[in-house]
């Protein structure tokens, strides 16, 4: 299944516990698109938000954001594991 990583440029009022909670929703809902979120990666300051998805598409990755919490991203790029 194809890997991408998503960027939220500048999430206002960000948090950790903001940041969990909005994952926590992908991972309620991603089963009924064929997603997987994986993993997500923060910075407080700056208010960008990192997140590992796979997803038969780049729509179904994003209709997930969209449905759980409306986060959705300002770019999604497909990637490859590396060693």
Known sequence: MPLYMDIHN???GLTPQAVAGAHAKDLEIQG???VNYIKYWF???SGKVFC???APS???AEIV???AHGLVADELVQVKEGS
Request: net charge negative; no cysteine; aromatic share 0%.
């Open 10 to 12: 500048k999430v206002d």
């Open 32 to 34: 009924e698109h064929g």
């Open 43 to 45: 910075d407080e300051g």
């Open 52 to 54: 590992l998805v796979e």
């Open 58 to 60: 780049k729509e179904a």
């Open 65 to 67: 954001h969209r449905d």
